[in-house]
């Protein structure tokens, strides 16, 4: 499930408990109010938000919320992040329980609302600056040595998961079929090479590289939580 499929699903269960808290379960109430529905109308599109058959949009969403007098954004936060109080200029994007470099989660998919560990905030700036959608913007755990000076141990990077197109000399975060890594991809006359930053471990890239690897990018590396990845 992509980030903003993740956000898709919260706004349904948000409109889910605004209907059972605020309108006693009625999706009739609801509608009349939060989205204008004719008197003679039922509310079909309450319940194909609720049951999945259709995503709410950010129009929708932004109607809903004025109609209900909340506030900006209220049905894209989870309750963890409405818990807490976020300053102006601000947004939130979500850390995965990815160790890029180590067995994590061998064989599924790893940015998924099931393996959400914590939130974090980042100025809007950082949206203009890296030209990038919060909604495609995710955060991951650096593991080990191999990315060294570039990313370190330990470091939480932010990748951008829209970005599947191969850039030349660029770090990206990608799995394989038992591992999540950080390597840099090298575009040559003969194909495309993933390389480690430290010199150390190169020896053990050619493994990567071989032909029985199935690589899948998880996306572009943008920046550690500091300084800009290049």
Known sequence: MSVRDFIF???A???QKLIDEKF???ATN???IAINLPADKKPTDIYLYLNGGRNISNKKAKLIEKNLGLVDGYLDKSDDA???EQEPGTFTIFEYDVGLAANSHCGVEVISPNNIVRSHTLNDTFLTEFRVKKENLAVVKVVGDSMDPTLR???R???DISRKEFIDNRVFALTTKNHAWAKRLRITPNGERWSSDNEEYRQYDDEL????STIVLLGLVLYSLGRAVV
């Not at 590289?209 to 029985?212: A, E, I, L, V, Y």
């Open 82 to 84: 409405k818990a807490q």
């Open 30 to 32: 609801f509608a009349r």
């Open 24 to 26: 006693n379960g009625n």
């Open 9 to 11: 699903t919260i706004r």
């Open 209 to 212: 590289n071989s032909s029985k």
């Open 153 to 155: 141990d330990g470091e």
């Open 157 to 159: 990077v932010v990748i």
């Open 13 to 15: 269960q948000n409109l």
